[in-house]
T-cell receptor, first 112, second 112 residues
Framework: EPEVTQTPSHQVTQMGQEVILRCVPI?????FYWYRQILGQKVEFLVS????????KSEIFDDQFSVERPDGSNFTLKIRSTKLEDSAMYFC??????????FGPGTRLTVT | QQQVKQSPQSLIVQKGGISIINCAYE??????FPWYQQFPGKGPALLIA?????SEKKEGRFTISFNKSAKQFSLHIMDSQPGDSATYFC???????????FGTGTRLAVRP
């Protein structure tokens, strides 16, 4: 069964550094998403991406964040200058249509 | 108005019993209601979903009941098994948007 994959599984970075989180969505999916989950809290939407552009973003997704689909298979989330409060699990998701979003295993980001 | 309220926060059920998790929403623009199951260290996995044009959907031991007038929906897990022990999230999506708005999660423990 096709799955969303994410790398790395765990990223440790220092405050102020840039990080890039990578995702490979399910191959025939057209919609891509990033969510995050701070430890013990609910899953929060960051951004959705369709047809090579952002279709929706939350108030969390400020100028420090960007997304890109650099080739036909990868989907990335970049945080330009990480803050302590960016520490969370980041989940990539994809869907063929707008509903039925399938999530990857996540990248645990630790900002020290 | 964008919130989805979920209860209980935690639930302990004996093996073979019925687990019931409830969610309520305010935004009548929500038109898609999935449930996700999350095991520790893993991403949320889509379990079952419903649209407001039906009052119930069943897949195996999992049933969603939907009450449009009360703006409530619930997940019933019949014949609960220890392997069902996980955190369950309800979610909702607006017809005009991409993002899933998640509930706060219910940690289910099924005792052998």
């Amino acid at each position: 069964e096709p799955e969303v994959t994410q790398t790395p599984s765990h990223q440790v970075t220092q405050m102020g550094q840039e990080v890039i989180l990578r995702c490979v969505p399910i191959s025939n999916h057209l919609y891509f998403y990033w969510y995050r989950q701070i430890l013990g809290q609910k899953v929060e939407f960051l951004v959705s991406f369709y047809n090579n552009e952002i279709s929706e973003k939350s108030e969390i997704f400020d100028d420090q964040f960007s997304v890109e689909r650099p080739d036909g298979s990868n989907f990335t989330l970049k945080i330009r200058s990480t803050k302590l409060e960016d520490s969370a699990m980041y989940f990539c998701a994809s869907s063929r249509q707008v509903h039925e979003q399938y999530f990857g295993p996540g990248t645990r980001l630790t900002v020290t | 108005q964008q919130q989805v309220k979920q209860s209980p926060q935690s639930l302990i059920v004996q093996k073979g019993g019925i687990s019931i998790i409830n969610c309520a929403y305010e935004n009548t623009a929500f038109d898609y209601f999935p449930w996700y199951q999350q095991f520790p260290g893993k991403g949320p996995a889509l379990l079952i979903a419903i649209r407001p044009d039906v009052s119930e959907k069943k897949e195996g031991r999992f049933t969603i009941s939907f009450n449009k007038s009360a703006k409530q929906f619930s997940l019933h897990i019949m014949d609960s098994q220890p392997g069902d022990s996980a955190t369950y999230f309800c979610a909702a999506r607006r017809s005009s948007g991409d993002k899933l708005t998640f509930g706060t999660g219910t940690r289910l423990a099924v005792r052998p």
